[in-house]
């Protein structure tokens, strides 16, 4: 994966990645396309998963993590992480989670 050199990467106490820092011009541009979705989340749906699993991979977070914002137990998440249809109100509470909007956890 090549990175652009527009983007910078700051490291939390630990030295894993903790934010990103983006050129606001580009910001901008994806604020007016929120829809979007990488590359990386769609070459793992074309590998058969569905896309929660996708995006919290392509996150980098467990489904612990998942399913302490959801309020949920990790099993709970897990059985939901595999429908691969899952209801409008589901999508909406896992896309908040994540940071991005229900309409990219559609198929």
């Known amino acids: 994966m090549t990175q652009s050199v527009d983007i910078q990467i700051i ?4 030295g894993n990645p903790a934010f990103v820092v ?7 541009a994806q604020k007016l396309q929120p829809d979007l979705i990488p590359h990386e989340v769609v070459s793992r749906m074309v590998d058969g998963a569905t896309p929660i699993r996708a995006w919290r991979e392509h996150l980098n977070l467990t ?4 399913a302490k914002r959801l309020g949920i ?3 709970a998440f897990a059985q939901q992480e595999t429908v691969a249809k899952p209801r409008k109100a589901t ?3 896992i896309a908040a989670a994540f940071g991005i909007t229900a309409n990219q956890l559609e198929l």
């Open 11 to 14: 490291n939390d106490a630990e």
């Open 22 to 28: 983006i050129p606001y011009a580009q910001y901008v």
């Open 63 to 66: 489904q612990e993590e998942v």
């Open 73 to 75: 137990s990790q099993p």
């Open 91 to 93: 999508r909406e509470k």
